[in-house]
Structure formats: structure tokens, C-alpha cells
């Protein structure tokens, strides 16, 4: 089985400050760092370090080349990221001293890829592989569309979430991928806390499909059809939230892959994600197979 990541490549510039900029206001940063992210370039590092066989697709500039050769070293094969005569995405990251982040994102050469890339690039695949979006890339919808004629897994991260969101073929994913406020949305509530509320108007939408539902300090919980299964975080030091979300899906997908339960899954998930907030960065925070199976 081989996995195909079909997302966004994003240079994170990260700014430690003491606060998240208020409208009007200008403050100072107390730090600088710039580090490789993108939520799919961070779930494609995530899956390889766990083992599994990756190819990511998406679109990048030139200034976007550490990154692919910082995921060549984690194992994952970047054939199918097209180049960019552009920039590449960028994220501005604000990460204030009680750990919270605010970002904006560029969108640059994700905002860029053709029709025509993603066909030559699903020719590659077939029946039985998986496919692992997020919404930081253009034509969500026609690779969905073409990733379920091929017969691939589809699996859905709707992050950042939008309403345009609704207008894909939703039908057609096998896993989402959601946090409470995505999950709340798609459920067709309002945004809560009742996690077990959002999960049963989420599997009577999709009945077929599994829901991992992330919550924050109160963990993470699964659901297909009536199945449920739970788990809590698992406590560590937090330095750096951003990446933790991407590692728990890549180490879920990489867990079920694995043939672990969707119970056993989680807990793993929940491992891998309690390393990735204890490190700096996004992608370099992942931990490795060794660290989490
Ligand atoms: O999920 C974290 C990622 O979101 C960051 O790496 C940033 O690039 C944004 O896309």
C-alpha cells in the first residue's frame, strides 16, 4: 500500500512574542525561527517517520527546496510536488508565552496546482492506496472526485475549516479528520463541547465513514457507525503546539495501517502528539517510529 499525500507545503516563520497582535497594535518579537510546515508536508514527515511508504504531491518555489530535501530525508518520495515559478506557501505563526498560536497563511504555489498535475499524478496510483488531504490546496473536490474512481482511501483533514467545505463530495471520504470546532460544523451544530453529540450526527451523516475527533486537553475520540473508542492526551512538557495535530493523524493513519485497533490507534496517536508539542518546529517536531510503536 502506498500512501499519497496531496497537500500544502508551507515555510513556517515562527514568531515567539508576549502576546498575539491585537487589531491596531504593533509589538515586538522576542524571537525568530524559520522551519518547514504545511499541514500536508507535516502529515507526509509524520507517516514516513512512521513507517510507512510516502509520496507527497503539491507545488512549491524554489525557496521551498530545504523542505523537500528536509522530507527526502524523513524517507518521503517528492516526485509529484511540482515547481513553482513563484514563492512558496509560507505560514505567520505567533506563538505567545502560554503556548497559544495564532497564524495566516500565503497560500503561493498550493493555491497553484492544475488539474492537469493532479491527473498525471494519480495515474501513479490505484485501488487500495491511501490518499491524505487537508484544505490548504486548490481543487479539493476534483481530487477527491478522482481519487474515489481510482478506488484509493480517501482520507480528509477539512483544517483550516471553511464553509466551502460543504460544497466537496464528502460522501466519497473514507476518514475525517476533525477537531471539535470542524466536527461541531460538519455535524451541523453549534460549536460545543459535547463530543459524543458531534460524533453521533456525524456517523448518522456518514454512516460508512470513520471520525477521529480531536479535543484538545480532553484528548481524542473515534467513531464509525455505533463503534466509539476513547482516548486522553498523554501529558508532557508543552513547548510548541503547531505540527502536534498533523503527527496525531499521520501516527493514526500509520497505527490503523499497521493493523492496530482504533483504540490502540489513538493511544498511539496521542504518544506521538505528546513528543510533537515538547519540540520545537512543525515538522521537525515528529517523533520517530522508535519513539512512539
Ligand atoms: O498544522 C500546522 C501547520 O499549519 C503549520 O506547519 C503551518 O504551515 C500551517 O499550515
Redesign the pocket.
Known amino acids: 500500500m502506498k500512501v499519497l499525500v496531496y497537500g500544502?507545503i508551507?515555510i513556517?516563520m515562527n514568531y515567539h512574542v508576549d502576546h498575539i497582535v491585537l487589531p491596531g497594535e504593533t509589538i515586538s518579537a522576542l524571537k525568530f525561527e524559520k522551519s518547514a510546515?504545511?499541514?500536508g508536508a507535516?502529515q507526509a514527515a509524520a507517516l514516513a517517520k512512521a513507517g510507512l511508504e510516502v509520496y507527497m504531491a503539491g507545488k512549491a518555489g524554489r525557496d521551498g527546496d530545504f523542505l523537500l530535501e528536509l522530507l527526502r530525508s524523513y524517507g518521503v518520495n517528492t516526485g509529484h510536488v511540482a515547481v513553482y515559478e513563484g514563492p512558496t506557501g509560507h505560514?505567520i505563526?505567533q506563538l505567545d508565552k502560554n503556548k497559544q498560536n495564532s497564524?495566516f497563511?500565503f497560500s503561493g504555489g498550493n493555491g497553484e496546482i492544475t488539474l492537469e498535475e493532479i491527473d498525471s499524478t494519480l495515474e501513479s496510483f490505484g485501488k487500495g492506496d491511501l490518499i491524505v488531504l487537508q484544505n490548504?490546496i486548490v481543487h479539493l473536490g476534483e481530487i477527491i472526485g478522482a481519487a474515489a474512481e481510482r478506488e484509493m482511501v480517501i482520507c480528509l483533514n477539512p483544517s483550516p475549516y471553511n464553509p466551502d467545505i460543504e460544497t466537496l463530495p464528502l460522501e466519497r471520504v473514507n476518514v475525517f479528520f476533525v477537531n471539535e470546532i470542524e466536527g461541531a460544523a460538519m455535524a451541523g451544530l453549534p460549536a460545543c463541547r459535547d463530543f459524543q453529540a458531534i460524533l453521533e450526527r456525524l456517523a448518522a451523516r456518514f454512516p460508512a465513514a470513520e471520525f477521529i475527533l480531536t479535543a484538545g486537553p480532553e484528548g481524542a475520540f473515534y467513531a464509525r457507525g455505533k463503534e466509539r473508542a476513547g482516548a486522553p492526551i498523554v501529558e508532557s512538557p508543552v513547548l510548541d503546539t503547531?505540527?502536534a495535530?498533523?503527527t496525531f493523524s499521520g501516527y493514526f493513519i500509520a497505527a490503523r495501517s499497521r493493523g492496530y485497533t482504533p483504540q490502540e490507534a489513538l493511544d498511539l496517536a496521542a504518544r506521538a502528539a505528546s513528543i510533537a508539542v515538547s519540540r520545537p518546529g512543525?515538522m521537525a517536531s515528529v517523533p520517530r517510529a522508535d519513539e512512539v510503536f
Do not use: F, Q
Request: charged share 25%.
Open positions: 500544502s508551507n513556517d510546515g504545511g499541514k507535516n505560514a505563526i497564524i497563511l490548504e503547531v505540527g495535530g498533523d512543525a
